[in-house]
């Protein structure tokens, strides 16, 4: 059973304190990728990753970290110094080739703010 | 920042009516998606139609691109109330990651 599991489904966060967003793929894809989303609005690159050990910023990275130790994980760090962190948060992956070809998805995260 | 601009920004349509969504991007592109988001869930990948292509068919969903215009359009014939969701373009912006435009929410009504 293939495809990008995200955890957890909701995530509340207090003042002050951070937290982290699982991401895992069995898909055997080389790049991933966090996006935000707020409501009625498209998708907002937060960072992405063509590799492990590598990854780059996108548009909308202040107050977000990341890490590729692995291939098959991607989580995203939502620091303290994001402030209005209240969205939906997807992951995907997608094997590049000379363009970026199909994405896949997870089914997302909601962060609240308590 | 966006690259697509879907319109319109919501349809509303009865069952076994054609949907037409439209998107126009700014930049030149090696290709261009298509994704649906039902609420609250992952975005799903419809179709992919590279720049070298016009029009490109599957199942009951249509896609035709004008490279010209800088534009895009997604027929979904014949739909059903199972058609309701957000409907994205995507565009690579000839780089290594996809900029979205900001959807159209598609209502069938059955």
């Known amino acids: 059973d293939g495809g990008i599991t995200q955890s957890p489904k909701y995530l509340f966060r207090k003042e002050g304190q951070n937290v982290t967003l699982s991401c895992e793929q069995n898909l055997n894809h080389d790049a991933m990728y966090w996006y935000r989303q707020d409501p009625g609005q498209g998708l907002r690159l937060i960072y992405y990753?063509?590799?492990?050990?590598?990854?780059q910023k996108g548009d909308i990275a202040e107050g977000y970290s990341v890490s590729r130790e692995k291939k098959e994980s991607f989580p995203l760090t939502v620091t303290s110094a994001q402030k209005n962190p209240t969205a939906f948060y997807l992951c995907a992956s997608s094997s590049p080739g000379t363009s970026v070809e199909t994405q896949y998805f997870g089914p997302g995260t909601r962060l609240l703010v308590l | 920042s966006q690259q697509g601009e879907e319109d319109p920004q919501a349809l509303s349509i009865q069952e076994g009516e054609n949907a037409t969504m439209n998107c126009s991007y700014k930049t030149s592109i090696n290709n261009l998606q298509w994704y649906r988001q039902n609420s609250g869930r992952g975005l799903v990948h419809l179709i992919l139609i590279r720049s070298n292509e016009r029009e490109k068919h599957s199942g009951r969903l249509r896609v035709t691109l004008d490279t010209s215009k800088k534009s895009s359009s997604l027929l979904i014939t014949a739909s059903r109330a199972a058609d309701t969701a957000s409907y994205f373009c995507a565009t690579d912006r000839n780089t290594d990651k996809l900029i979205f435009g900001t959807g159209t929410r598609l209502q069938v009504f059955p």
């Open positions: 990753s063509q590799i492990v050990n590598d990854f």
